[in-house]
């Protein structure tokens, strides 16, 4: 498993900053300019360094004053390039002493999810107000990665599971080669275009036989407020794959944002809801239809 920080947003004007810098110092390169104009250059990229305000935190907190202060909103910005540690205590006092959560939705970060199983996969694209982009199992052919949860591989069992889904990889595999369309001449655009499409349903119809434990991977794009709440319901989760997402996902982002995402040790309604909510569906319902129906789980 790997969690990529692959970007976040970071006010215009600190951006426009760097950009002239960079292009007086490579004018002062170009020009073979003197010690004096080198050793002011130099000062320079000091102080822009000594702002460290390549972070999102100063547009949370430039809008979180919008509410209650008449400057203009890009003096408010200004305010808050200019004195990242007060932005940063602000940010704390309106987010979490005054419960203004949505504040934190001004920060949003991009993030790389590499070797996630299916099933972590669909843990986290439970957050519905985060955006994704999934590596298609329609488009592109499955390898033979997976991931091996931690509970197994410490159990018996580690070797017959990964013969499995070994065994499963290799009937996805033939499968694929008996749902995929005959090789045909050049023909139409037409053509072209319907045996992409059969293509496309081969692999998506092949893949069923593949486990949850088939690595995966995606783009995710978060505001600081959803990815908070994010790291906090992976974290309550009994699995071990998913509780070492959550960790990964924190970590990634925790020194750019500190103000922003601060609540993420679940406390007892996020470690006991899951088995809560379970316990009143049996009571509501009785005994799953599982074990009623012992050919197969009934579609609920």
């Known amino acids: 498993m790997r969690v990529v920080l692959a970007g976040y947003n970071v006010d215009v004007s600190t951006l426009d900053e760097l950009r002239a ?26 102080t822009l ?8 935190e100063t547009l949370s907190a430039a809008y979180a004053r919008v509410s209650r202060d008449p400057r203009p909103v890009d003096e408010l910005r200004a305010a808050a390039r200019a004195e990242i540690e007060r932005a940063r205590r602000s940010n704390q006092s309106i987010i979490f002493g005054l419960g203004h959560s949505s504040v934190a939705e001004h920060a949003v970060f ?24 999934e590596k298609s199992q329609r488009y592109v052919r499955l390898d033979d990665d997976f991931v091996r949860p931690a509970e197994i591989e410490a159990s018996p069992h580690a070797g017959a599971f990964a013969e499995r889904i070994r065994a499963q990889a290799a009937l996805y595999h033939r499968l694929l080669e008996r749902l995929l369309p005959p090789p ?7 053509d072209a275009e319907r045996r992409r499409a059969l293509e496309g349903r081969a692999k998506e119809d092949a893949r069923y036989i593949t486990s949850m434990s088939t690595a995966a991977q995606l783009g995710m794009t978060s505001n600081a407020r959803n990815l908070e709440r994010m790291i906090l319901r992976l974290a309550a989760n009994p699995l071990e794959e998913a509780r070492s997402l959550s960790m990964a996902l924190h970590a990634a982002i925790h020194g750019i944002a500190p103000s922003l995402v601060k609540y993420t040790e679940p406390g007892g309604f996020e470690r006991l ?4 909510l379970a316990s009143a569906a049996r009571a509501a319902f009785g005994p799953s239809q599982e074990s009623a129906h012992p050919a197969g789980p009934a579609v609920l």
């Open 21 to 46: 810098f960079i292009e007086r110092f490579v004018q002062a390169a170009a020009s073979k300019t003197s010690g004096r104009d080198t050793a002011s250059l130099l000062d320079e990229a000091r």
């Open 49 to 56: 360094l000594a702002r460290d305000n390549l972070t999102p």
């Open 273 to 276: 809801s899951r088995a809560d």
């Open 184 to 190: 045909s001449p050049a023909g139409s655009a037409e």
């Open 110 to 133: 991009n993030l790389d999810l590499i070797g996630i199983s299916r099933l972590a996969v669909e843990d986290v694209e439970r957050s519905r107000l985060v955006s994704y982009t």
